[in-house]
């Protein structure tokens, strides 16, 4: 019985998720809440007269037992706010929805959970990335979580599949549907490995206002949202802003200042918005999950000079800043940065913030 006071609670009329969790701190249960009189609800902020007879109108209880037909029927999982399977980081975010849909079998409160988030016209260079990203971080016991849309979002997923790493797809629609319909077999692969996930009940449409929503609950539940691609504007910035303004971990891959769906990713490592990444292997490292452990290449480019192969030598032992990189060379700074550059320009190292610098 306490279940279909949790859905009617997420149905009210005119009651949004901070309003409803004005009424949960109140009254402490869902059930509490339909069982209060009209002065004892309009003490809750936000919930005047209106909101208060919606609430005595049992019109959100028929609706929740409409819903636990489909609930019952296809053995959806309800994650109520306050209960222990709920996602603990996006309860933590203010705007978090207070019921959640869930069918799958991954752990929402995994220890280490990554949005993998693009422009739904992923170039090659994009499904490239994707494909690395999910070889580099099979070893590292992750979840990897996007929105099952086209383009880089169905990329991260298949990668992940194809890796064996549990991926969950965040949708803008109700779990009795599927957008878009292609979708459908990697959804079905990705409940056995995996989940859907999405806030609003069965039969809801894929409108378009509710994408942005979707998209609070990727940056919410995850550690740090991953951009592969993506275009000035659209989802993927949205996605970016809002895992920033949770105050999580946001990294981009950069691209050619003439790609069109690298210009978002430029512009967000542009304005501090989002960490450079130029590998995915960068990511254990960036995120504290191992030391970061260079290999010089066996086999080197044929024109490097002994200097360059030397500060290859050194930096094999561990990152270093430029004052003591000079000081170990023995060479003037200004000839040194001339070194550095090629061995950058051939990807053999790359130039950290503070003057830093590390093999690949």
């Not at 009617?8 to 009651?15: K, P």
């Not at 901070?18 to 109140?26: D, I, N, R, S």
């Not at 869902?30 to 007879?53: N, R």
């Amino acid at each position: 019985m306490s279940l279909i006071y949790k859905i009617a609670l997420s149905m009210i009329q005119n009651v949004g998720h901070v309003t409803a969790k004005h009424l949960l701190t109140h009254f402490i249960t869902p059930e509490a809440v339909f069982k209060a009189d009209k002065k004892a609800l309009m003490q809750v902020p936000g919930v005047g007269l209106i909101t208060a007879e919606h609430i005595l109108g049992k019109n959100a209880l028929l609706k929740a037992k409409e819903q636990l037909k489909f609930i019952e029927k296809y053995q959806v999982k309800v994650l109520f706010y306050t209960d222990d399977d709920y996602p603990s980081r996006l309860r933590n975010c203010d705007d978090a929805p207070i019921l959640l849909y869930y069918r799958g079998t991954a752990n929402l409160n995994h220890p280490r959970i990554i949005s993998i988030v693009g422009t739904r016209m992923a170039t090659s260079y994009g499904k490239m990335l994707c494909k690395q990203l999910a070889e580099v971080l099979a070893p590292y016991d992750v979840l990897i979580v996007s929105g099952l849309a086209y383009g880089i979002d169905i990329c991260a997923h298949q990668e992940s599949l194809a890796q064996g790493i549990p991926t969950v797809g965040v949708l803008a629609h109700g779990l009795d549907r599927m957008y878009p319909q292609v979708h459908g077999p990697a959804a079905q692969k990705m409940v056995l490995n995996g989940g859907l996930l999405t806030e609003f009940p069965p039969y809801t449409n894929p409108d378009k206002e509710n994408f942005p929503k979707r998209n609070r609950i990727i940056a919410g539940i995850s550690d740090v949202t991953i951009v592969v691609e993506a275009a000035s504007k659209g989802g993927a910035l949205i996605t970016a802003d809002l895992a920033n303004s949770y105050h999580r971990d946001v990294y981009a891959f950069p691209g050619r200042t003439t790609d069109i769906y690298s210009e978002g990713c430029n512009f967000l490592i542009k304005t501090n918005r989002a960490g450079l990444i130029s590998h995915a292997k960068d990511l254990p490292y960036f995120l504290g999950w191992e030391e970061y452990k260079a290999v010089v290449p066996t086999e080197l480019p044929a024109d490097l000079s002994d200097i360059e192969v030397q500060i290859l030598k050194v930096l094999k032992v561990s990152e270093m800043e430029l004052d003591a990189l000079t000081h170990q060379i023995g060479l003037p700074q200004s000839k040194l940065l001339l070194h550095l550059l090629t061995l950058e320009i051939e990807g053999l190292l790359t130039s950290l913030p503070g003057k830093r610098y590390r093999l690949n």
